[in-house]
């Protein structure tokens, strides 16, 4: 099984440039989550989905919109990015609502 | 209030020694899950163990054991017999049914450094 794939692994952006980070799991997991990791903050988190049509925000969503057309994809799309989007971003994906996470091995970015 | 509180931004340790990873958690729902990840610095996180609520016994998993004092709100890592490999960056999580979409809630971290 490949688990959670993320792409891409590395990406620079200019400020202002769009991108989308995408999240794929084979695994057939309802929930679905987005986080950045950021130097002593530990990871926080962005949006999250628990099924194929419905997501919401996290504690950090601005500046980042989702969606999740079916279950097995998840990505997380920058409208216009910022420096201080720069960051570790990592996607996860479980089975049920009280077991652990897969995550997938994660994305840095930098915007310059 | 923060929901995870790991109040140990680092730690060091010997090889074969014991140690100790500090948690403490915020929640007001009965049923929710606890779980500790280990960073390694090529960055990808690993699941090492879980502790449900209800859970009578402390969790373990090999050399890793869940010290869970419900009454005090305290999920503890302990790593027996530590050795160089565990060198990497730890977090508690934790996880609520009715709260995030049950999305994992982190606290900091805190980095362990093992030396021989």
């Known amino acids: 099984n490949a688990g959670v794939t993320q792409t891409p692994k590395f990406q620079v952006l200019k400020t202002g440039q769009s991108m989308t980070l995408q999240c794929a799991q084979d695994?057939?997991?309802?929930?679905m989550s987005w986080y950045r990791q950021d130097p002593g903050m530990g990871l926080r988190l962005i949006h999250y989905?628990?099924?194929?049509?419905?997501?919401d925000q996290g504690e950090v969503p601005n500046g980042y919109n989702v969606s999740r057309s079916t279950t097995e994809d998840f990505p997380l799309r920058l409208l216009s990015a910022a420096p201080s989007q720069t960051s570790v971003y990592f996607c996860?994906?479980?089975?049920?609502?009280?077991?652990?996470?897969?995550f997938g091995s994660g994305t840095r970015l930098t915007v310059v | 209030a923060q929901k995870i509180t790991q109040t140990q931004p680092g730690m060091f340790v010997q090889e074969k020694e014991a140690v100790t990873l500090d948690c403490t958690y915020d929640?007001?729902?009965?049923?929710?899950?606890l779980f500790w990840y280990k960073q390694p610095s090529s960055g990808e996180m690993i699941f090492l163990i879980y502790?449900?609520?209800?859970?009578?016994q402390n969790a373990t998993e090999g050399r890793y054991s869940l010290n869970f004092q419900k009454a005090r709100k305290s999920a503890n890592l302990v790593i027996s017999a530590s050795q160089l490999g565990d060198s990497a960056m730890y977090f508690c999580?934790?996880?609520?049914?009715?709260?995030?979409?049950?999305?994992?809630?982190f606290g900091k971290g805190t980095t362990l450094s093992v030396s021989s």
């Open positions: 999580a934790m996880r609520e049914p009715s709260q995030a979409g049950t999305a994992l809630i």
């Open positions: 996860a994906s479980s089975y049920g609502n009280l077991g652990g996470y897969t």
């Open positions: 695994m057939n997991h309802e929930y």
């Open positions: 989905s628990v099924g194929a049509g419905i997501t």
């Open positions: 929640t007001s729902d009965p049923s929710y899950g």
């Open positions: 502790q449900g609520s209800y859970d009578q």
